[in-house]
């Protein structure tokens, strides 16, 4: 008998923990999405390399949110909480026997550990060395003018500033969701940690999923503002750049951004030291591990974290409708504001630029310049625009990190 | 959901219409000018540089096209179509092939000289290019 009554004892208590009765119905949803974004990622191939792991992320904190736990000591009722002045806000809570404990456990949950690399703003900077190293900058000193349409795609950022303000976001707020328009992930990031980290997840996802749709966005607001004689423009040739040349790039870029925009220095300092990794040309190992092993280990940690920020309680508000929204606008007013440049370029140069180099200068490379190749070849089946688009292409990198750096400061 | 509405209802009594417009207008212009302004003076310093860099290679030894290896005939240089006979490990038709794009690179064919060709062993491999092809695309 007292075997049984031990039992059932037992029995009840896992049942008690269990998810079946600690969590609410907007775990329920956000389990749902975040199926939903799986099979995003595994079927249709958005993003996989983030998706996957932003949605498995998503899907462990809402069966678990114990996960993103941060670390305390004891179990509090709420009248001792009240006694010994100990905040409430922001624990997890248990319900034993009817009695809500607020919970202090002396560690905090996996994924809040791996988190405090978002939070701290560590990951997004080791990315940017990753994607230094990956980068070629030779198109960008061949026609140095690409830099022009790198910064006219990131006024996209600050038109949606305003359309947030407007909304009923605060400055800072604001702020991070325009960086969305920067269409470049780790950037959006690293601002949304530093501005508004409670937005974290709904800004992260809405960045990665528009990013991931440039090749359905973009094409139509290319061909809406431009003629089909601009976009049959053949470009000349670039120039070769020299090895010289390359080598003093990163070095002179980060000397200028660090001095005149301190903000900047982290993104764009780990940009250009992975970038001086690969064109020095001496450190072949150090190059190959910031762009394979580091880089991974890091998007593991950033993804299944950024993903881990969209608990039900956070996501399911009218906010991230808004910041949906929002993010989609910045991202076609910076795929806007490219093209419109490309063609005041094209006006300038006597017909010589082809605008839609321009909408490559929201960041999202190499995505972002394939975009321009393609509708290029729709028009002219030998006009290669590819390289020609990497210059504003690399310059978004740049400019978003730039105009990242500016919200950093005056927001 | 309640919860946000108040706070939302909080944000919009923080500010005024006006100050919202104030506020961003601030942004928009303090962001648009700076962005240009650091981009513009990146464009102005790669060309000085550039400018120095190309003057000073040019000002001191002309530059040799690549390395002496495989001596072509006379006939080549000419970049006659021909059939691809074999000529030191380099056929004629890829002799023909690097001509054309050498001679696209640098504008009028007739300022083009190519003394010779030869196979270099460095580079990535066709698995690293995809390798890191794969690992570019979602950023």
Request: hydrophobic content about 50%; overall charge positive.
């Amino acid at each position: 008998m007292e075997i049984l009554q031990g039992f059932a004892d037992a029995v009840g208590g896992i049942l008690e923990s269990s998810g079946l009765l600690t969590l609410n119905w907007q775990n329920y949803v956000m389990i749902g999405v975040s199926i939903v974004l799986l099979y995003l990622a595994i079927k249709k191939q958005y993003e996989p390399l983030l998706l996957l792991p932003i949605a498995f992320g998503m899907l462990l904190v809402n069966l678990y949110p114990q996960i993103m736990a941060a670390p305390s000591t004891e179990l509090l009722t709420e009248a001792q909480c009240a006694a010994q002045n100990v905040a409430t806000s922001g624990h997890a809570t248990t319900v034993i026997n009817g009695i809500t404990y607020y919970e202090n456990p002396t560690y905090g949950g996996l994924l809040y550990y791996l988190y405090q690399g978002v939070k701290l703003g560590i990951y997004p900077p080791l990315i940017f060395l990753g994607i230094g190293c990956m980068t070629d900058f030779g198109p960008l000193i061949a026609n140095p003018k690409s830099l022009i349409l790198g910064a006219a795609a990131q006024i996209g950022i600050f038109v949606t500033f305003t359309g947030a303000i407007f909304l009923g976001f605060t400055a800072t707020e604001a702020g991070a969701i325009g960086i969305i328009g920067g269409a470049d992930g780790p950037t959006a990031i690293y601002v949304t940690t530093k501005l508004a980290p409670h937005l974290l997840g709904s800004i992260a996802i809405a960045a990665y999923s528009y990013m991931a749709l440039v090749p359905i966005i973009q094409p139509p607001i290319m061909k809406l503002l431009t003629t089909k004689k601009e976009r049959s423009v053949v470009m000349e040739q670039l120039r070769p750049v020299s090895k010289l040349e390359k080598i003093m790039f990163p070095v002179i870029v980060v000397i200028i951004i660090a001095i005149f925009l301190p903000d900047a220095a982290p993104l764009v300092g780990m940009l250009m030291l992975g970038n001086l990794f690969k064109e020095s040309g001496v450190v072949e190992r150090l190059a190959k591990t910031a762009q394979n092993e580091l880089m991974n280990i890091i998007t593991i940690f950033l993804g299944t974290t950024v993903g881990a920020t969209a608990s039900g309680q956070n996501f399911l508000t009218f906010d991230t409708i808004k910041i949906i929204v929002l993010g989609l606008i910045a991202f076609c007013m910076g795929t806007a504001f490219g093209i419109l440049f490309g063609k005041i370029m094209y006006k300038f140069t006597g017909g010589k630029v082809n605008p839609l180099i321009g909408s490559a200068g929201v960041s999202a490379v190499p995505m972002a310049a394939r975009v321009s190749q393609k509708v290029g070849q729709q028009e002219n089946p030998g006009n290669f625009l590819l390289m020609h688009a990497m210059g504003p292409n690399v310059a978004g990198v740049i400019g978003s990190a730039v105009a990242a750096g500016v919200l950093l400061n005056i927001v | 959901m309640n919860f946000s509405n108040v706070t939302s209802l909080a944000r919009t009594a923080e500010l005024s219409l006006a100050e919202k417009g104030i506020t961003s207008a601030k942004v928009v212009l303090t962001g648009f000018v700076v962005v240009f302004a650091m981009l513009i003076l990146l464009i102005l310093i790669i060309k000085l540089y550039s400018f120095i860099v190309v003057k000073a290679q040019q000002g001191g030894t002309k530059k040799k096209e690549k390395p002496a290896a495989v001596p072509l005939t006379s006939e080549s240089k000419n970049v006659v179509p021909a059939a691809p006979v074999s000529d030191d490990g380099v056929s004629q038709e890829v002799v023909a092939v690097i001509s054309a794009a050498v001679a696209s690179m640098y504008g009028s064919p007739e300022k083009v000289k190519i003394k010779s060709i030869k196979k270099s062993n460095g580079g990535r491999s066709a698995w690293a290019n995809a390798g890191i092809l794969d690992n570019t695309r979602p950023f």
